[in-house]
């Protein structure tokens, strides 16, 4: 399918295979990691949402859905380094097993802020999933414990991932031209 905004991508970093594949993967791997348990899924929209919906379907267990919104970098392409929350989880987590689901771990001010913050809410466990990795970018120590992929520092679209509000539909993993959020 071409879609309408192709010309704004530098080029295509992932494709839709690759993703298929990898998330396979991943799935197995946390399934492996929770028998036995009750999992409470955390995504954190709205950039997650996509890898989420995908994640969820390939984890053969017993499984909550929830969703927590944060700040990010509203309409530009830099991090403001302050991480709020909008919409927080409408559960208590004391006790669970919780694993948080991200779309892209860069400076890591979000993720840490998230694991802080939820922490201490008692829960039996609590984990981190994202789907991209930008460890050239790190500002704070953190480390996820679920990795799609590593990627290198540009500014990433596409799979749930936006630049200004759009993108996010872009079935594959992309790099934005710079022209577009330069211009
Ligand atoms: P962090 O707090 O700096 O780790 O950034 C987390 C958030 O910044 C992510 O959840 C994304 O919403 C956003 N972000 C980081 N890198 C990119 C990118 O390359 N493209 C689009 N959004 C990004």
């Known amino acids: 399918m071409d879609y309408e905004i192709g010309n704004d991508i530098e080029k295509v970093l992932i494709d839709a295979p690759a993703i298929k594949v990898r998330l396979a993967e991943l799935g197995k791997q946390i399934a492996a990691d929770y028998t036995g348990k ?5 995504g ?3 950039g997650a949402a996509v890898f989420y919906a995908d994640l969820a379907r390939l984890i053969p267990l017993p499984l909550h ?3 927590m919104a944060v700040s990010s ?3 530009g392409s830099e991090s403001s380094g302050a991480v709020r929350i909008y919409y927080d989880l409408n559960e208590d987590i ?3 097993d919780v694993l948080i689901v991200e779309d892209i771990v ?3 001010l979000t993720l840490k802020y998230l694991s802080e913050t939820l922490s201490a809410r008692k829960p039996a466990s609590l984990k981190t999933c994202c789907l991209l990795d930008k460890p050239a970018r790190r500002k704070v120590d953190f480390t996820p414990d679920y990795i799609g992929f590593t990627v290198p ?3 990433i ?3 749930g991932i936006d630049y200004a509000e759009m993108y996010r539909n872009l079935p594959y993993i992309g790099v934005l031209k710079r022209t577009v959020y330069e211009k």
């Open 153 to 155: 520092d540009e500014f």
């Open 73 to 75: 970098y509203g309409q």
């Open 157 to 159: 679209i596409g799979y």
């Open 94 to 96: 004391k006790g669970r």
């Open 65 to 67: 859905m929830n969703f």
């Open 38 to 42: 009750e999992l409470l899924m955390v």
């Open 44 to 46: 954190i929209l709205r």
């Open 106 to 108: 860069d400076t890591g």
